[in-house]
């Protein structure tokens, strides 16, 4: 196993992400030397945007993909990676975009008749320094609605 340091983008853990297959992921964005490493060994390296406060977009840097699918073959169900916090202490939070990571990962390549494959299996991630995600939930309102503190 190896580990990938950078920031976090679009990370779902602890729950996967249900838009097409269910599958836990997170897009690492690493340092140019790493992502050229990554891109000279046949893995897709992308270059990462996120929309900005003014609805463009903004460059965030280089970034592979790190993930691992929840269904398996014959019906097995894979197990979702381990999240700890910065003193591998078990951390249950949602990783919000540019938390400074560690990603644990295996390497993987399959060739079958449908051609030849390679990715990077989830296993694990540290976080070294959270962004909190903006919740929708009216957790930030305070019980007199007016922005004051009492």
Do not use: C
Request: without cysteine; glycine residues 10%.
């Amino acid at each position: 196993m190896a580990v990938l340091e950078g920031k976090a983008y679009w990370a779902s853990v602890t729950t996967p992400n249900t838009t097409f297959e269910p599958v836990y992921t997170v897009d690492v964005v690493v340092e140019d030397e790493v992502a050229n490493n990554f891109e000279a060994r046949g893995f897709k390296v992308k270059d990462l945007s996120i929309k900005d406060e003014n609805g463009g977009q903004t460059s965030v840097g280089r970034a592979l993909t790190i993930k691992r699918k929840v269904n398996g073959a014959n019906g097995m169900v894979r197990t979702a990676p381990k999240l700890f916090d910065k003193e591998k202490n078990t951390l249950d939070s949602v990783v919000g975009n540019g938390s400074h990571v560690k990603v644990q990962y295996n390497e993987w390549e399959v060739d079958n008749k449908y051609g030849s494959f390679k990715g990077l299996d989830f296993q694990a991630m540290q976080v070294i320094d959270l962004v909190a995600l903006k919740t929708q939930d009216g957790s930030e309102l305070n019980p007199f609605g007016d922005g004051e503190e009492f």
